[in-house]
């Protein structure tokens, strides 16, 4: 009877050993199967111009991470590097102490500025072109240990606008109100901006000669804006007393009309072509009491 007994024993307590481990091998492949990390997927979104005026160009990258796994990960860190023809001109580090939850996504945004003095400092020949061709790369990193040694590495190939200098076109010259003693003497020009950014009107400094002598001299400045991509008419207006001319050119009393010649230096305060003002020449006559 103790012998029965004792069999019987021995075969539950095999059957439940076997029970166990069965279970614990199917707990075990189920917790490997569900520890198991995946890889994020790291894409490049866009690459757009954000912002543009007359210093310089910002430029914001876009990277769109998805976590695939049933965990938080940490919010990847990403280093840049801007190229102008192999060269590179700018570089930086972004990090964000935020986490991309476990089955999300998340967007690094990687501003990029370019100045536009800086450029020009540094690559010279590009003084006079509409556009600029340049190379971004960015190398993302998880900092976990997980995925120490990965690196995401992506890259965009694109190009930016550059200023240009204003144009002048159209000039004209006519006399106004014509008298004995006075007459006015306006000036028109139309001013396109070629930018795709507004401009400050310019400031212009002027000198109206008469017989090759300077008569007039003097500044004019405004707050108007030149639109975009636009032709904005200017116009200058010189009061011409002749009673100061006669008595600068006392030779001109017996004469019917004198040559001029209008000067116009213009400056755009565009930083990236400071000292470089533009020049215009505007010959006439002016028509003198008898």
Same mark, same amino acid.
């Given at each position: 009877?103790?012998?029965?007994?004792?069999?019987l024993?021995?075969?539950?307590?095999?059957a439940?050993?076997?029970?166990?481990?069965?279970?614990?091998?199917?707990?075990?492949?189920? =917790?490997t199967?569900?520890?198991?990390?995946q890889?994020?997927?790291?894409?490049?979104?866009?690459?757009?111009?954000?912002? =543009?005026?007359?210093?310089?160009?910002?430029?914001?990258?876009?990277?769109?991470?998805?976590?695939?796994?049933?965990?938080?990960?940490?919010?990847?860190?990403?280093?840049?590097?801007?190229?102008?023809?192999?060269?590179?001109?700018?570089s930086?580090?972004?990090?964000n102490?935020?986490? =991309?939850?476990?089955?999300?996504?998340?967007?690094?945004?990687?501003?990029?500025?370019?100045?536009? =003095?800086?450029?020009?400092?540094?690559f010279?020949?590009?003084?006079?072109?509409?556009?600029?061709?340049?190379?971004?790369?960015l190398?993302?990193?998880?900092?976990?240990?997980?995925?120490?040694?990965?690196?995401?590495?992506?890259?965009?190939?694109?190009?930016?606008?550059?200023?240009?200098?204003?144009?002048?076109?159209?000039?004209?010259?006519?006399? #106004?109100?014509?008298?004995?003693?006075?007459?006015?003497?306006?000036?028109?020009?139309?001013?396109?901006?070629?930018?795709?950014?507004?401009?400050?009107?310019?400031?212009?400094?002027?000198?109206?000669?008469?017989?090759?002598?300077?008569?007039?001299?003097?500044?004019?400045?405004?707050?108007r804006?030149?639109?975009?991509?636009?032709?904005?008419?200017?116009?200058?207006? +010189?009061?011409?007393?002749?009673?100061?001319?006669?008595?600068?050119?006392?030779?001109?009393?017996?004469?019917? #009309?004198?040559?001029?010649? +209008?000067?116009?230096?213009?400056?755009?305060?565009?930083?990236?072509?400071?000292?470089?003002?533009?020049?215009f020449?505007?010959?006439?006559?002016?028509?003198?009491?008898?």
């Amino acid at each position: 009877m103790i012998e029965i007994k004792s069999n019987l024993l021995i075969k539950i307590v095999s059957a439940g050993i076997a029970f166990l481990a069965v279970f614990s091998l199917s707990a075990c492949q189920s =917790i490997t199967t569900t520890a198991a990390v995946q890889e994020p997927v790291i894409t490049l979104q866009s690459v757009e111009i954000a912002g =543009i005026d007359i210093n310089g160009v910002q430029l914001l990258c876009k990277v769109e991470v998805n976590n695939p796994n049933p965990f938080d990960i940490t919010f990847p860190e990403t280093d840049w590097s801007f190229f102008i023809n192999n060269n590179s001109f700018a570089s930086g580090n972004i990090k964000n102490n935020q986490r =991309i939850r476990a089955r999300g996504s998340g967007i690094i945004e990687v501003p990029v500025s370019i100045d536009y =003095i800086n450029f020009f400092n540094s690559f010279r020949s590009f003084k006079g072109s509409k556009q600029a061709a340049y190379k971004l790369t960015l190398a993302v990193k998880i900092p976990i240990p997980v995925f120490e040694d990965r690196v995401w590495n992506l890259e965009y190939n694109g190009d930016f606008p550059l200023p240009q200098q204003p144009r002048f076109s159209s000039p004209s010259m006519r006399i #106004e109100n014509a008298g004995l003693n006075r007459a006015d003497v306006v000036i028109s020009i139309n001013v396109e901006n070629p930018n795709v950014f507004p401009l400050p009107a310019p400031v212009i400094n002027y000198d109206f000669s008469i017989n090759r002598n300077s008569f007039i001299r003097g500044e004019m400045a405004n707050n108007r804006t030149l639109p975009p991509s636009s032709t904005t008419p200017l116009t200058l207006r +010189l009061q011409i007393s002749f009673t100061d001319l006669f008595r600068s050119f006392t030779a001109l009393r017996n004469v019917r #009309e004198a040559a001029s010649l +209008l000067i116009f230096e213009c400056d755009f305060g565009i930083p990236a072509f400071k000292g470089e003002s533009l020049r215009f020449e505007l010959p006439g006559s002016l028509p003198l009491p008898r």
